[in-house]
């Protein structure tokens, strides 16, 4: 059973910085897609940023110019560098693998890691 196991929340201020971490346990991580989603509270899980095996990224509007996806073959990890972090962007922050044909996530969620930023 694959197991994603997120880290690298906490609290910020805002236009503060953060690391996020993703460490996913498939031995087809190097020909995956991922990405990286988030759920504040009250509110419906949203993609934030996407990265395919080529390394091409892709970013939604409220994040892009502020956040960047990047991964580590060799560690079998996704990375979220997020700057300029907004009291918006608070929200627990999950990442999967993205499937390519239908852009769904394909495993069971991860427990997440919460990021929280004060104004």
């Known amino acids: 059973q694959v197991q994603l196991v997120e880290s690298g929340g906490g609290l910020v201020q805002a236009g503060g910085s953060l690391r996020l971490s993703c460490a996913v346990s498939t031995r087809v991580f190097s020909i995956s897609a991922f990405a990286w989603y988030r759920q504040a509270p009250g509110k419906q899980r949203e993609l934030v940023a996407s990265i395919n095996s080529g390394g091409t990224t892709s970013y939604a509007d409220s994040v892009k110019g502020r956040f960047t996806i990047s991964r580590d073959d060799a560690k079998n990890t996704v990375y979220l560098q997020m700057n300029s972090l907004k009291p918006e962007d608070t929200a627990v922050y999950y990442c999967?693998?993205?499937?390519?044909?239908?852009?769904?996530?394909?495993?069971?969620w991860g427990q997440g890691t919460q990021v929280t930023v004060s104004s």
């Open positions: 999967n693998k993205l499937s390519t044909t239908t852009y769904a996530p394909v495993y069971s």
